[in-house]
Structures are given as structure tokens and as C-alpha cells.
């Protein structure tokens, strides 16, 4: 290296984080995290509760302010486990028992949607005569499932579970066949030099070529699943959160329906995240987050 070549000042503080302890560097990190992923969101909605708040304590609102839905609700939140029998029962048992019938109907969306977005991923002549079937039949809106299936089931539960089922299946079916459809051509021919059977390949090649897309199709199914009991279990009545909603509503109750409101976003975004958090698992990080 010639006298005239200098040598590019390192920044002080990369030089103090390479010779910093590692737990050091490890709480740097944590703090970059937590104010470029947590802050910005704490600071949004802290501005929309504010918002709200003044709003809401102004003369004739129509809306109860943050303060008052806090004050209205707190035997509510302080105790969501009260049962005083019948449906007279606190908002975690009324989430439990919603969760309840999505687990049963999104379970039976997941094993019949994968079967046949294979099927109609792998066979032209299937994807020809089912996709415009699927179609028509996924833009049917939940409820009105809910008078076919009450006539059919004659129960509530059973119905609100197949409303389910056939909210969710939709997306699950289609992300399926377009993932099994967009299989790179190299791995069918490596299966056929190897000579794997149909059981290696749907497990070896075929499923986790698509496992980005289906996880994609689980991910909105299990949001439509969410939606779907909420609004079914208002017309079906029994232990539910959505049918607490409506008998808050035909009581007057704007806080407590508020209250159920958060509650619903907060178990909708954590079932979003939990098959966000498995696909990335099984997928290695393919899949969306």
C-alpha cells in the first residue's frame, strides 16, 4: 500500500459494537427493534384514542368516549370468566365458545380445501370443471349460507359451523391448486428419474413446493372464519361473542358491543399470526408474514 492511500475512518459507533460485550450488542438491537416495529404503532393509536377521546366527551356524542367505555365495561374486563349460567357468562367464555366452532370449521376447510386444490391443481380436467363452479360459489356472502344450512342441520351449531366451512374453503382451494399448478417443471422431472411413487411425491415434492401458497390461502381463510362466526352467531343466539354483540345492541349496551369489538380484532390479528408464525416454520421462511 503506497504512502498516498488512506484508510476510510471506521464510524465510532460500528467500532464501539465490535468490541462491545454481546449482550450489548444484543440490547442495541432489541432497541432499534422496538422503535422501528413497536413505537410506531403505540404512537398511531395512542393519537386515535385521543382522537376519540375528544370526541367523545363532547355534549349530545353519540359514541361513549375511552374513559366511559372503561368505566361502563370494567366488572367485564377485570372478570371475563364469570358464569352465571345460561348465556349470562363473561367475554372469555363467550371468545372460547366462538373459538370453538371455528376450530371445528376451519379444520374441515383445511383437510377438504388442500384435497382439492391438489386435485384441481394436478388434473386439467378437474380444474376445468370445478374452477367456474368455485367460482360462483365463493362470492355467495356467509349469511346467506345461514337459512340453507338452518333448514339442512336444524341446529345452531352445526349450521354456524358449516357457515364457516364454507366461507373459509374458497381461498384454501384456490391458493392450493395455483400453487400445486406453478410447481417447477425440474421437480417433476427429478420424480420421475427417481422414481417416486404418488404418496413420495405429493409429500416429498408436491407440498412443499406449495406450501408458500397454501399457507397464503390459510392465512385468509382463517380471517374469513373469524368473520364468519361473528356474524353468524348473531342470528343463531346462544353462548357466543357475536351473539353478545347483538343482545348488547337490542340492550343499549354501546360500551360493552366496543369492548367485544377489541376483543374480536385482538383474537382476529393473534389466529392471523399463529398461521403466519407456522407457515414461516414449515415453509423456512418462504411463505408471506
Known amino acids: 500500500m503506497s504512502n498516498s492511500e488512506t484508510i476510510a475512518p471506521i464510524p465510532l459507533a460500528t467500532a464501539a459494537m465490535r468490541t462491545a460485550p454481546a449482550w450489548q450488542a444484543s440490547l442495541v438491537s432489541a432497541g432499534r427493534t422496538f422503535l422501528s416495529r413497536v413505537v410506531p404503532p403505540i404512537v398511531i393509536i395512542g393519537l386515535l384514542i385521543l382522537i376519540w377521546q375528544i370526541l367523545g366527551s363532547r355534549p349530545g356524542a353519540a359514541l361513549p368516549s375511552p374513559s366511559q367505555v372503561v368505566n361502563d365495561?370494567?366488572?367485564?374486563?377485570?372478570?371475563?370468566?364469570?358464569?352465571?349460567?345460561?348465556?349470562?357468562?363473561?367475554?372469555?367464555?363467550?371468545?372460547?365458545?366462538?373459538?370453538?366452532?371455528?376450530?371445528?370449521?376451519?379444520?374441515?376447510?383445511?383437510?377438504?380445501?388442500?384435497?382439492?386444490?391438489?386435485?384441481?391443481?394436478?388434473s386439467t380436467w378437474a380444474l376445468r370443471g370445478l374452477d367456474p363452479l368455485f367460482q360462483v360459489l365463493r362470492t355467495v356472502p356467509p349469511l346467506a349460507w345461514l337459512p340453507i344450512s338452518l333448514a339442512g342441520f336444524r341446529d345452531g351449531n352445526p349450521s354456524a359451523i358449516f357457515v364457516i366451512f364454507i366461507t373459509s374453503i374458497w381461498p384454501i382451494i384456490?391458493?392450493?391448486?395455483?400453487?400445486?399448478?406453478?410447481?417447477?417443471?425440474?421437480?417433476?422431472?427429478?420424480?420421475?428419474?427417481?422414481?417416486?411413487n404418488g404418496v413420495e411425491y405429493f409429500g416429498k415434492i408436491m407440498l412443499p413446493a406449495a406450501a408458500p401458497y397454501i399457507f397464503s390461502g390459510l392465512r385468509i381463510g382463517v380471517g374469513l372464519s373469524w368473520l364468519a362466526i361473528i356474524a353468524a352467531e348473531m342470528l343463531i343466539g346462544g353462548v357466543g361473542i357475536g351473539f353478545f354483540i347483538w343482545d348488547a345492541w337490542n340492550s343499549s349496551r354501546i360500551s360493552d358491543i366496543i369492548l367485544a369489538l377489541v376483543y374480536v380484532g385482538l383474537v382476529g390479528f393473534t389466529l392471523d399470526r399463529i398461521v403466519a408464525w407456522i407457515g414461516k416454520k414449515i415453509t423456512r421462511g418462504t411463505s408471506a408474514g
Do not use: C, H, K, M
Open 174 to 196: 384456490i391458493n392450493t391448486s395455483v400453487g400445486i399448478r406453478n410447481i417447477p417443471e425440474d421437480y417433476r422431472n427429478v420424480a420421475r428419474v427417481v422414481r417416486l
Open 73 to 122: 365495561t370494567w366488572e367485564l374486563i377485570v372478570d371475563p370468566f364469570f358464569n352465571n349460567g345460561g348465556n349470562d357468562v363473561g367475554l372469555a367464555w363467550q371468545i372460547l365458545a366462538s373459538l370453538q366452532r371455528v376450530a371445528y370449521g376451519y379444520t374441515l376447510a383445511v383437510v377438504v380445501g388442500v384435497g382439492l386444490g391438489v386435485l384441481v391443481g394436478q
